[in-house]
Nanobody, 118 residues
Framework: QVQLVESGGGLVQRGGSLRLSCAAS??????????MSWYRQAPGKERELVAT????????TYPDSMKGRFTISRDNAKNTVYLQMNSLKPDDTAVYYC?????????WGQGTLVTVPE
């Protein structure tokens, strides 16, 4: 059974930083061969992509709206992907989800809540 478990969310003041982690287990193929992404969903809004890191060469990509303050990385030895978030704003308040994808296989974590008060 595949599990993606996010952690590291919480309450942070405007301008602060957080690092989210997502630990994968139960994958039948090596973690390193999965594209890993972070998504987020704010209250009343659709889920949106935050960042992706590819398999093998660890190329990172970000939507234009996410460039500059977010950094995705992975540690294949620990089957873990990270999201470093800096200069957080109230608009960053959302549930952040981890996603693993390889071909037709796709898995989601349960999410971790990040709250940045006004």
């Amino acid at each position: 059974q595949v599990q993606l478990v996010e952690s590291g969310g919480g309450l942070v003041q405007r301008g602060g930083s957080l690092r989210l982690s997502c630990a994968a287990s139960g994958l039948t193929i090596s973690f390193s061969r999965y594209y890993m992404s972070w998504y987020r969903q704010a209250p009343g809004k659709e889920r949106e992509l935050v960042a992706t890191i590819t398999s093998t060469i660890d190329l990172t990509t970000y939507p234009d709206s996410m460039k500059g303050r977010f950094t995705i990385s992975r540690d294949n030895a620990k089957n873990t992907v990270y999201l470093q978030m800096n200069s957080l704003k109230p608009d960053d308040t959302a549930v952040y989800y981890c996603n693993a994808r390889r071909g037709p296989s796709e898995y989601w974590g349960q999410g971790t809540l990040v709250t940045v008060p006004e």
